[in-house]
């Protein structure tokens, strides 16, 4: 396997944890806050009692265990590869947004943003088509 | 959009892309992984964790995250991370003013479409 090929091919397999689990986390932290309800009181006590909630719900903690994971996959990928290749690579993760958002929380996702969310895929193609890696090694 | 969401959406975009701009200045600072064993992995993690440039981007992530959490309390999921897309652009910028990366025309093009979907996302 060619170099390119191998640095392409261990680039796309970790931007598509990223894809995975960023998406996933996104929606169970807003499972997590849908049940802890709106932060409408802005008095220092009343945003204490808001975070100790917040971190006494179980969504919360499995979606910023699945924002772990993102992250540890997103050091890793952009310890070889450009800034502005992975950030916009990664967009497929509003895919499976949309999708987790749909099948999950039951949101109600309009036609046009199903069409926006296939031009931002059609973006990352695009982008996922230049060299991940553009500057010197180290 | 109220002055409120879009106070919220300024921090997560700013804040976000700064941080992450500055996590992989760490990181590159680190070198290419090239071995995957979780012991390999564990020791590249600590090795980042000394950059300072790391710290920096973790902080600036944090503010971006808490803002993350307000703004999630108030608006569908579908809405919000689809509208923090807009940070492609600032990403963009800052990997090739900051970073030196060669955004080339293709790239760009991506960038660009991936803000006209985020328009599309905002206008539905």
Redesign the interface.
């Known amino acids: 396997m060619s170099f390119s090929h191998r640095l392409h091919g261990k680039t796309i397999f970790l931007i598509g944890l990223m894809a995975f689990f960023g ?1 996933l986390g ?2 169970l ?2 499972k997590g ?2 049940q ?4 409408s009181n802005w008095r220092p006590d009343a945003l204490f009692a808001t975070f100790d909630r ?1 971190f006494h719900t179980g969504a919360i903690w499995l979606g910023i265990s699945s924002l772990l994971l993102f992250f ?1 996959a ?3 990928v ?3 590869a ?4 992975v ?2 690579a990664s ?1 497929t ?2 895919l499976v ?2 999708v987790l ?2 099948l999950i ?1 039951g ?1 109600v ?5 199903w ?16 060299p991940p890696r ?2 010197e ?2 | 959009m109220s002055v409120r969401d879009a106070i919220s959406l300024a921090i997560i975009i700013f804040g976000g892309t700064g941080g992450e701009l500055a996590v992989t200045r760490a990181m590159k600072h680190i070198g290419e992984v090239h071995r995957f064993h979780p012991r390999h992995l564990l020791r590249t993690i600590v090795s980042a964790f000394r950059v300072g440039w790391m710290w920096f981007g973790i902080s600036l992530m944090t503010l971006s995250f808490f803002a993350l959490l307000a703004l999630l309390s108030w608006e569908n999921v579908s809405f919000v991370v689809p509208v923090t897309a807009l940070s492609y652009v600032v990403g963009a910028l800052g990997g090739k003013f900051l970073l030196g990366e060669q955004v080339e025309t293709r790239r760009w093009v991506g960038v660009l479409l991936v803000c006209l979907g985020v328009v599309l996302v905002c206008v539905a």
């Open positions: 998406p996104d929606v932290l807003r806050m849908k802890i309800g709106a932060v917040t540890i997103y050091l890793l952009l310890s070889w450009d800034y502005s290749y950030q916009p967009a993760g509003y947004v949309a958002g749909y929380l949101e996702i309009p036609w046009m943003r069409i926006g969310v296939l031009v931002i895929f059609i973006g990352v193609v695009l982008v996922g088509g230049t553009t500057t090694e180290g």
